[in-house]
């Protein structure tokens, strides 16, 4: 099986970042109602992103981070995003996050292809010991996605992220390859 079966299914397809894809990131890290997910605070520029895209090119091992744009192959359109980030070769281990840009396209099942494509190439090919992630503890949706493939839930971080009126906890999840 090569790379390009791996990072597609039946339902989507993930694919590098492209240099015309600066105004998508623009409109998806500066929405706001995402910040609480991704811990942001600030939007960011057109030239950062623009200066990061000039970069993604770079292998994982070098980044340290992969991110991948998530594709409906229904109608070809991109819908999300799929990041690895603080990539350790040598203890053989990545976090990961997952963004479904638009409610409209929540909830239909490309978020569980997109994890089950992901876990099996981070296994597979780049040969990890374990995938973690960490996941505000209201937000059920994400948390019984993670659960699903496996994740379990090795820790809770108490009051550990400020909202605009309380203080929430969140989870630090592992799914190890056995």
């Known amino acids: 099986m090569d790379t390009a079966e791996i990072l597609e299914s039946a ?4 694919r590098a970042l492209e240099p015309d894809d600066v105004d998508l990131l623009y409109s ?3 929405d706001n109602s995402n910040w609480k997910v991704s811990n942001t605070l600030s939007p960011f520029s ?8 000039k970069t ?8 340290k981070e992969l991110r991948l744009i998530i594709v409906s192959k229904h109608d070809e359109r991109p819908v999300g995003t799929i ?4 990539f350790d070769p040598f203890h ?3 976090g990961i996050g997952i963004l479904i840009a638009c409610e409209e396209d929540r909830k239909k099942g490309m978020a569980s292809e997109t994890l089950k494509l992901i876990i ?11 995938l973690y992630c960490n996941i505000s503890a209201d937000n059920e949706a994400s948390l019984s996605l993670f659960r699903k493939f496996g994740f379990e839930i090795s820790g809770l971080k108490k009051e550990w992220n400020k909202t605009e009126t309380r203080w929430t906890d969140e989870y ?3 799914l190890i390859n056995n």
């Open 28 to 30: 998806w890290e500066n």
């Open 172 to 174: 630090f999840l592992q």
């Open 11 to 14: 339902k989507i397809r993930l």
């Open 83 to 86: 990041d690895l980030f603080d």
């Open 46 to 53: 057109r030239y950062i992103i623009a200066k990061y895209l």
């Open 92 to 94: 053989n281990r990545a």
């Open 120 to 130: 099996r190439y981070v296994f597979k090919t780049l040969g990890l010991h374990q």
């Open 56 to 63: 993604s090119h770079r292998d994982i091992y070098e980044a």
